[in-house]
């Protein structure tokens, strides 16, 4: 899998370093592939939270915490942006 | 014999057993034996107890559950209760207290906190999900039961809080007392739900003192329903309480509900909400009445004291303070006591008292953070900074956020090592919502002729002081 962000990741990192106020790291500089929470980039379930209002502002739709995939989703960047761009109505 | 008192070990766990012994003294002078009391208040086989994966658990079968996981628990003291789900949690909960253990709370999961309570606490084991989950396939299915009875003196749960020495400091709860305040606290239910049963939605996990007396003894000694299935996003909250029968009560934190209150997602009839762990703003609150068409009660507690008062935060400032509470301020502090706490604890909190048992909060003192409903010391933290090799010289200072969730900066002397080593090396002792946000690197700290930080030079640095990753000075 290439290291580049496609524009969706790009539009996606974006939002991520704007809503939760990230000052240790730029949208470019999340690599599409890595850990958003625990070693990488460290999230933590209040970012997610604030994560999930910020989508579902911009995109249309509501995350949900209990689903099964939810591991999968919130995986990295690339597994986030491809569930956002499955499910967006905005 | 309470176990608390009989346990051997380290200095931090005599504190405890000090603590065990004057409330047993207490009691002894009544020259009476402490009462035994039930595990479940409201003993009705057929109620429902929880709501655990899309099917109703009456409190027979959890009482079934219990003792098929009491059965197992080796022969230990103490139990370090790390279940995630709430279920499995009061599973846990049950059965230690069945086998006359104590449930230890660490402050955080985080590999190293865990591991400093097994360290001092020698006779522990941990339970953990899949533990539960074993047991509760091995249950014995039947419909005799008899109600457990518990001694209102044995120690149920000990929570710590991280002290600002770094050391973990116990507080040990018996179950007298988590009957006498709950009752305190389905009492401020009461006039939002009315006299029967209630259903629970939990947004905080169960391990910490919050958690445990609104989602854990609620279900166990007010026979409400806990709902168990982990709902954070609003339109998880939304379908969790769709599933639960009226009256429902959220139980919540600012942080949940301003997200909720703010992504408009509709929301089935909630009766009540409860929110704590970091302070609610009147207007939030407000926001949040009118989005779900609630009260929203706060409620005033620490991991010290329990829940000691609460307040419609969207309309009164002042806080009611509960049944059987007293409050002395004090030049550093409030001396808090109450009949459920072993000796008068001193809160950080600066609060006033008022005519009508109300009182206010005028400050608070500064070494103490709350984020996310976790609390720490920023002495701590710092001191775990500067366990870091390669950190010369460091301080953690919390931002001035407005309306923000307040992060923290690390303001660090370090030319040898980069920041991705302090912030892996922070990670590994320090709950996520602690480790700083932002490192600013400087050649050194502001430090005054005393040594001292004062606050407003900190600032000037965190403006100054390069942060860029790396960044060598």
Redesign the interface.
């Known amino acids: 899998m290439s290291d580049m962000q496609t524009p969706a990741e790009q539009e996606l990192a974006q939002l991520i370093v704007q809503a939760l106020?990230?000052?240790?790291?730029t949208a470019e500089e999340i690599k599409p592939e890595a850990a958003l929470f625990g070693?990488d980039l460290?999230?933590?379930?209040?970012d997610?939270?604030?994560m999930?209002?910020a989508i579902?502002k911009r995109y249309g739709f509501?995350?949900?915490?209990?689903n099964e995939d939810n591991k999968r989703i919130f995986a990295s960047l690339r597994a986030l942006s491809a569930h956002v761009e499955q499910h967006r109505t905005l | 014999m309470n176990d608390a008192r009989r346990a051997r070990g380290p200095p931090v766990a005599s504190m405890i057993r000090e603590s065990a012994h004057r409330m047993s003294s207490v009691l002894e002078t009544q020259a009476v034996p402490a009462p035994r009391l039930p595990l479940l208040g409201q003993w009705q086989p057929g109620a429902r107890l929880a709501r655990h994966c899309g099917r109703d658990i009456s409190q027979l079968e959890y009482l079934q559950d219990v003792r098929a996981l009491a059965r197992l628990l080796p022969d230990r003291h103490y139990a370090i209760n790390l279940c995630e789900c709430s279920y499995h949690f009061l599973v846990a909960f049950g059965a230690v207290l069945l086998r006359g253990q104590t449930n230890l709370l660490p402050a955080s999961r985080a590999e190293a906190v865990v591991a400093e309570v097994q360290r001092d606490w020698e006779s522990s084991h941990v339970v953990d999900d899949a533990r539960v989950v074993a047991a509760i396939h091995q249950a014995e299915r039947g419909t005799q039961a008899d109600i457990p009875l518990i001694a209102g003196d044995h120690i149920a749960v000990i929570g710590f809080t991280s002290g600002s020495t770094g050391q973990p400091r116990p507080h040990p709860k018996t179950w007298a007392g988590f009957v006498q305040s709950t009752a305190n606290n389905v009492a401020a239910l009461r006039p939002l739900v009315g006299d029967a049963g209630f259903s629970i939605l939990a947004t905080v996990p169960p391990q910490h003192m919050y958690g445990i007396e609104m989602s854990v003894l609620m279900p166990l000694l007010a026979g409400a329903t806990l709902y168990t299935?982990?709902?954070?996003?609003?339109?998880?909250i939304a379908?969790?309480l769709a599933e639960l029968d009226e009256p429902r009560v959220l139980v919540s934190t600012p942080?949940?509900l301003c997200?909720l209150a703010?992504?408009?997602?509709r929301v089935p009839a909630t009766a009540a909400v409860v929110s704590a762990t970091a302070p609610l703003s009147a207007e939030l609150a407000l926001r949040v009445e009118q989005a779900l068409d609630t009260v929203v009660l706060e409620v005033f507690g620490s991991t010290e004291t329990c829940v000691i008062g609460n307040r419609r935060t969207a309309t009164e400032d002042s806080w009611q303070l509960m049944d059987q509470v007293s409050l002395s301020p004090q030049p550093d502090g409030t001396l808090v006591q109450a009949p459920w706490i072993a000796q008068a604890t001193l809160l950080q909190d600066l609060v006033e008292c008022l005519p009508g048992r109300r009182f206010v909060v005028r400050g608070r003192h500064a070494d103490q953070i709350e984020?996310?409903g976790k609390r720490a010391s920023l002495a701590d933290v710092t001191r775990r900074l500067l366990a870091i090799e390669g950190v010369r010289d460091g301080v953690v200072v919390q931002d001035e956020g407005q309306g923000?969730?307040r992060r923290l900066t690390a303001i660090v002397v370090a030319p040898e090592i980069d920041?991705a080593a302090i912030?892996?090396a922070l990670?590994k002792s320090l709950d996520?919502?602690f480790?700083p946000?932002?490192?600013v690197r400087v050649a050194e700290l502001p430090r005054n002729a005393l040594g001292k930080l004062p606050r407003q030079a900190l600032l000037e640095c965190m403006r100054s002081g390069a942060?860029a990753?790396g960044s060598a000075v």
Do not use: C, K, M, Y
Not at chain 2, 229 to 236: G, N, T, V
Not at chain 2, 262 to 265: A, F, K, L, M, Y
């Open positions: 106020n990230l000052e240790t790291v070693d460290g999230l933590d379930s209040i997610a939270l604030e999930a209002l579902s509501q995350l949900r915490s209990d | 299935r982990r709902s954070l996003f609003p339109a998880d379908a969790s942080i949940h997200v703010s992504s408009g997602q984020i996310a923000r969730v920041q912030l892996a990670r996520a919502a480790v946000r932002r490192i942060d990753p």
